[in-house]
């Protein structure tokens, strides 16, 4: 075959000038890697060809250098446990960049590279990454987005990795910055920084995306299995808007939830360094966007792709649906035990009560549920708190002392207060909302 030219080609020279190196492959599969490689490889090759070429002209030896690398995928198809349940693809990417490496050091970097998504480069981001063996090994990636067409990136992205279905659909540019750095093995040290820019993102006018911004159905999940229908919007008795809602229940919610809500624009990056610094557990890490994204489009999978599009579909939503209106959704949709949604529902479920009348202390509790309704419910049917429970909602009480939405009189009362559960905590007409279906995310009225 000639060099370089036809499918399959591998191209090695080592000269031509001092110390230059030319290297290029066309057209290799998954098949023309060494069994070795791709036994250590985090993922499956399952289709697709890979063209790379790399020359370092004032090359002194292999062991030390720099050059220019260049790497294009085909219709590339992957598959990883971790990455996501089904293969992910046909990925087309585009890499263009300075490599540099020192074996005697184990060090590697990646610098002033682009990754295109698409073959115009409108989906594009810059990127540098180095990694290092030595004391232990570590990594230091870098991502910046400066012009990235929201449009683009869509229709770039494999179904898999895109957004999801269902989620309001957007034009304009997004921008943004990351920066993840860590020893590898330690998620505990890993640093993380960033920012996203949403300012030049808007609504799509055109349809496809759903309209959150009147009433819906969300399909609810039941613990042991199937959905329920839950109307978010005033034909549902239950719901609350927010405007309706006690202050103190709302800041309850935010300061056990996402204390940074109003001032980020979806994503806590400062929420997922102390989760991270904490044990490496990001439990609590995810902003209630986040939590609103999961639920209405999303599996509950731990994948990466999951993550992935939860992070395009938060986007989306702070975007098309505004701060005030995730938030009432959210409040009436949020999981407070098995085929109990939203606050309304969860006041009469806990409390016997309309959720406009709920006291401090009965709104701090609800907020401390929310993480993990199922396993809360068995302490309520005992009808009583835990002295641990207890302390939870007592430092939730001081924290809205703190940020002023209790005065002392306020604190002390609430604090007093003895808390009685329901003993008939959901309604025949409730349960008659329950039954049993495919999954599937939300559906508009």
């Known amino acids: 075959m000639g060099p370089g030219r036809a499918e399959g080609a591998i191209e090695a020279t080592w000269g031509g000038g001092p110390g230059a190196l030319q290297v290029r492959l066309q057209g290799l599969g998954a098949e023309a890697l060494p069994e070795s490689l791709r036994a250590i490889l985090p993922f499956e090759i399952r289709a697709g060809m890979v063209d790379l070429s790399f020359e370092a002209p004032h090359l002194g030896a292999l062991s030390q250098g720099e050059g220019q690398l260049t790497l294009a995928t085909r219709n590339l198809t992957v598959f990883a446990r971790r990455l996501a349940p089904e293969p992910v693809g046909p ?5 263009a960049g300075r490599l540099r490496w020192d074996a005697g050091a184990r060090t590697a970097a990646l610098m002033e590279a682009t990754v295109a998504l698409d073959d115009a480069g409108r989906a594009a981001l810059k990127v540098a990454l180095s990694v290092a063996a030595h004391p232990e090994p570590h990594f230091e990636l870098a991502l910046r987005a400066t012009s990235v067409d929201w449009t683009a990136l869509a229709a770039a992205l494999p179904p898999t990795l895109g957004p999801p279905r269902g989620a309001p659909g957007l034009t304009g540019i997004l921008a943004g910055a990351l920066t993840v750095a860590s020893p590898l093995r330690q998620s505990a040290e890993w640093r993380i920084k960033g920012e996203v820019d949403l300012s030049h993102l808007a609504p799509a006018q055109a349809k496809g995306g759903s309209d959150l911004a009147g009433p819906f159905v969300y399909e ?14 005033p034909e549902n008795p239950a719901f609350v808007p927010l405007g309706e809602l006690p202050t103190h229940l709302v800041r309850a919610v935010l300061e056990s939830e996402d204390a940074g809500f109003y001032g980020h624009q ?22 209630l966007t986040q939590q609103l994204a999961k639920n209405l489009f999303l599996s509950r999978d731990r994948t990466l792709s999951r993550k992935v599009r939860e992070a395009l579909a938060t986007i989306a939503l702070e975007v098309a649906v505004g701060k005030r209106r995730i938030l009432e959704v959210y409040l009436n949709l949020a999981e407070w035990g098995d085929g109990v949604n939203g606050i309304g529902e969860a006041a009469q479920h806990w409390f016997g ?10 709104a701090a509790l609800l907020a401390t549920v929310i993480p993990n309704p199922v396993r809360y419910e068995m302490y309520r049917r005992r009808g009583a708190l835990t002295p641990a429970w207890e302390a939870r909602v007592d430092d939730l009480l001081a924290k809205l002392h703190a940020t002023g939405v209790l005065d002392d009189e306020g604190l002390r009362d609430a604090e007093a207060e ?15 909302h329950m039954r049993l279906k495919r999954v599937v995310p939300v559906s508009l009225l």
């Not at 009560?353 to 009965?362: G, I, M, Q, V």
């Not at 003895?418 to 008659?432: G, I, K, M, Q």
Request: hydrophobic share 30%.
């Open 418 to 432: 003895t808390l009685t559960f329901t003993a008939n905590p959901r309604s025949e007409h409730a349960r008659t």
């Open 266 to 287: 979806g994503f806590d990056l400062a929420e997922v360094q102390e989760a991270l610094s904490n044990g490496g557990r990001l439990r609590g890490a995810s902003t």
């Open 91 to 95: 990925l087309s990417l585009h890499v």
């Open 353 to 362: 009560k309309d959720a406009r009348t709920l006291s401090p202390k009965e």
């Open 220 to 233: 609810a999940h039941l613990t042991r299995g199937g959905t329920r229908q839950v109307t978010i919007g």
